[in-house]
């Protein structure tokens, strides 16, 4: 069991840490970490663990243990692994982070701006999208980048709260993503909310703290997916 520092601050990029071990596939264990593990349509941080004497290991990404909770830091190939009980600094790659942090959040407004259930969806270093089950809906794609740039500009706070898991049950609507499933733990499960009202729901991953970070969105190509779904692509422009 790792404690997720990302979750609390997503602008850490870097904390001390203790590994905890290796396992049989060479993955490394820390009792804390800033690295996200992929999941929720997030891929997993990359970066590096610093060690005391100066010397770095590359990490190419993070991912959860079978139990969910665990943080296993995948080393890149052909490198020395660390002894248990060893003090590192592990750092991720912010710059590439902070590109998630931003699409992932324009992705919330995405699924603002489209009021349609939510089929997949993927976030990718600089780009995203969704699949949305619209049926022959047309997509003005000219109005739909000037909403989200205006939504984006309106520089809205972005926060966390927690709510139950009786409580996420009995208000099902909250759910927009059908294939992803609310990060539930504990009992308690974490909701992102967007300015006042503009987006509320649940979510795991790392987000910017205020909209305006996103900066401006342009709409890449969008495509039909089987009969319902259609895939709308989103990109950073810087
Ligand atoms: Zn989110």
Redesign the pocket.
């Known amino acids: 069991m790792t404690t997720h520092l990302f979750r609390d601050d997503a602008y850490l990029r870097s904390c001390e840490a203790k590994v905890l071990g290796v396992n049989d596939r060479g993955g490394i264990v820390l009792d804390r970490t800033v690295f996200y593990a992929t999941g ?1 349509g997030q891929p997993g941080d990359s970066g590096i663990l610093e060690f005391e004497d100066g010397s770095t290991l590359g990490i190419a990404t993070a991912v959860y243990d079978a139990d969910g909770s665990t943080v296993i830091h995948v080393p890149a190939e052909g490198q020395q692994l660390p002894a248990e009980g060893v003090s590192v600094v592990a750092h991720v790659d912010w710059q590439r982070r902070y590109r998630l942090m931003r699409v ?2 324009a ?2 407004l995405l699924s603002v701006a489209l009021p349609f259930p939510v089929t997949g969806g993927q976030i990718g270093d600089g780009e995203g999208r969704l699949d949305f089950d619209m049926g022959e809906e047309a997509l003005d794609k000219d109005g739909l980048a000037a909403r989200l740039n205006e939504m984006a500009s309106a520089d809205h706070p972005v926060a966390s709260e927690w709510i139950t898991d009786e409580e996420l049950d009995a208000n099902p609507g909250l759910v927009k993503t059908m294939k992803v499933k609310p990060p539930r733990g504990n009992g308690k499960v974490r909701l ?1 909310r967007i300015g006042e009202t503009v987006d509320l ?1 649940p ?1 795991g ?1 790392t ?1 910017v703290a205020r909209t305006s970070e996103i900066g401006t969105l342009a709409l890449g190509k969008s495509e039909k997916k089987g009969k319902q779904n259609r895939r709308v692509r989103i990109r950073l422009t810087d």
Do not use: F, M, Y
């Open positions: 929720g992932h959040t992705l919330h992102v729901q979510c991953g987000h």
